[in-house]
């Protein structure tokens, strides 16, 4: 792991040379963020808390678009094939965007081809319908080992609530009928109403039904409790299963390499100075149930490394790879070490 790490950063060195001797960029007409995932969800929610830091800093509208479909990866796609101006940037877990070519949904892509800004740190939560007779993760572990099936409602099986229900499985036992909508909050929606029985959405994308009484978690796929102001603390996933692996889901905003350099080294300067100190995503993160831990470039691609080994060799693990992430330089066989 800590060798494809050194050699992923190496390469994120590589992509905008010039950053330190770079000019100022200023930007004279909108720039283009695109969410590949429908309003409300976990990606949405952080970008458009983003997205007027950085139209103040850079003095040019930032515009939110959204743009679902095909688990994020019509989005990104569309991002890939903008020119590379610097005025189209995507948002997106992190995770997806290195494992889109693993997974069959784009061709030929990495993480190498973004330079990432981090903000915050997700966490899965497993809820059930506020109706359910599940009283606690053990009972929903033992349903999902019994003859009939739950239902969860997820963003599709490349989004962060179907890892997460695949990871379940994989370390529980046992399965889950997914059923998938657009994005996490439609996801969320669907459990709250009683379209699924449970969700394994972003604690984020349910905070709210949880607050409302319409869902009830059970469990946070982490290895500490999960606080949100004005909700009790939810237990750890490592409660029931010790040995899950539970790396931090980091989002963020990418910007596709190829840009004038001076894009990315006022956007660095911006999110040094501005985003990291930002008292709106600390409120956010406290009422979301998110980690404010804000990065950029090489330390960012450092710090999301481990939840992008873990997913990549996990669809391989799950039979969902089409491409060996070693064709990217992920060496499954040594992260496993």
Sequence with gaps: MKSFARAALAASMLTVPGLALAADWQPDRPINIIVPWSAGGSTDQVTRVVAPILEEALGQPVVVVNQPGASGATG????????????TWTANAVANNATYAITGLIDDTSIGDYRIYLHVANVPVVSVNADSDIADMGAFLEAMKGGETPTVATAGVNSSGGMALAALKESGGGDGRMIAYDGGAP???????????ATTQLASEQAELIKAGKLRPLAALADRPLEIEGIDPIPPITNWLPDMNVSADYFGILIPVGAPDEVYATVDKVWGEKVMNSEEFKKYARERGAFFDPSFGEAALEKAMPVIITEACARVARDEAVVDPSTYGIDCAMAAE
């Excluded at 990104?76 to 590379?84: K, M, V, Y």
């Excluded at 996801?187 to 029985?197: D, K, R």
């Design 187 to 197: 996801a969320a929606l669907a459990a709250a109403g009683g379209e699924a029985l």
């Design 76 to 87: 990104t796609q569309a991002a890939l094939d903008a020119e590379r101006d610097g005025y």
